[in-house]
């Protein structure tokens, strides 16, 4: 494992950790507001730290949004897919739980890395879906459904 991996890894994980307790919340905090509001709130909640992190990385120069207008307009959709992942998740998990939902969630997750990996996508470094990559990621689907056992 390249060294990068032991330090990012665990970083990773506790991010995902986050990722199965936001997903949890807002599924519970939609018992009180319905899928779009939940949904809406998180994003709410996601802006204004977004913002303030923002204003402190432009303030400290280390942040700026000037090439912004020149990106392809197709990269200003990756939100779209969080709002997807938010109203999802408070409609699936009160049918299958939050570990089946974040084990399936991980799984096309990966499918989908290996694919943008392979070809390089949106310009970024190409890595190979070499076939112990394959087995990983079918594995990890194999894995997902295991989860979703009752």
Do not use: C
């Not at 995902?16 to 998180?42: E, K, V, W, Y």
């Not at 400290?60 to 197709?74: E, I, M, Q, S, W």
């Not at 997807?84 to 089946?100: D, H, N, Q, R, W």
């Not at 990621?137 to 194999?142: G, K």
């Amino acid at each position: 494992m390249p060294n990068s991996l032991w330090l990012l890894g665990p970083l990773v994980l506790a991010v995902g950790l986050g990722g199965a307790t936001q997903a949890a919340m807002n599924t519970a905090l939609s018992r009180h507001t319905g899928s779009l509001g939940a949904a809406f709130i998180s994003v709410v909640g996601s802006f204004v730290v977004l913002a303030a992190a923002l204003a402190i990385g432009l303030a400290a120069g280390r942040a700026h949004l000037g090439g912004a207008t020149n990106a392809p307009a197709y990269l200003w959709i990756g939100g779209v897919f969080g709002a997807v992942f938010l109203v999802a998740s408070v409609l699936i998990i009160p049918k299958i739980g939050t570990a089946s939902f974040i084990a399936f969630l991980v799984a096309g997750q990966l499918v989908g890395s290996l694919l943008l990996d392979q070809v390089g996508a949106f310009g970024l470094p190409k890595f190979e879906a070499t076939p112990v990559r394959i087995i990983g990621a079918a594995l990890l689907l194999v894995g997902a459904r295991l989860v979703a056992l009752k």
